[in-house]
Nanobody, 124 residues
């Protein structure tokens, strides 16, 4: 079992940046597909981005492409989400997730382990 703990959320003004971290415990994440999801008030949980186990492939939702960057450091058992040029519509609870599936995928059903979430609030 993998335990995931997100951190780095907070309140930031529009145009600002945040870096989220997802620290894994229990097992190494080197063989896991990792992803970030978010859920805004009144909206469904959506995929933000994902990164393959090797870090060689990544994908992004159109809404964040060019602004967000996912990365992983398997040696530190940590996944990051660099969030730049934040917009008020980025406000959401952000969740880190791990999948045992091979390749790369954005569908939440592919993910086996989830963090508790960290709140990101972007003010106008």
């Amino acid at each position: 079992q993998v335990q995931l703990v997100e951190s780095g959320g907070g309140l930031v003004q529009a145009g600002g940046s945040l870096r989220l971290s997802c620290a894994a415990a229990g097992r190494t994440i080197s063989s896991y597909l990792m992803g970030w999801f978010r859920q805004a008030p009144g909206k469904e949980r959506e995929s933000v981005c994902a990164i393959s186990w090797s870090g060689s492939r990544s994908l992004y939702a159109d809404s964040v492409k060019g602004r967000f960057t996912i990365s992983r450091d398997n040696a530190k058992n940590t996944v990051y989400l660099q969030m730049n040029s934040l917009k008020p519509e980025d406000t959401a609870v952000y969740y880190c997730a791990a999948s045992k599936a091979s390749g790369i995928a954005a569908h939440a059903g592919w993910y086996d382990y989830w963090g508790q979430g960290t709140q990101v609030t972007v003010s106008s």
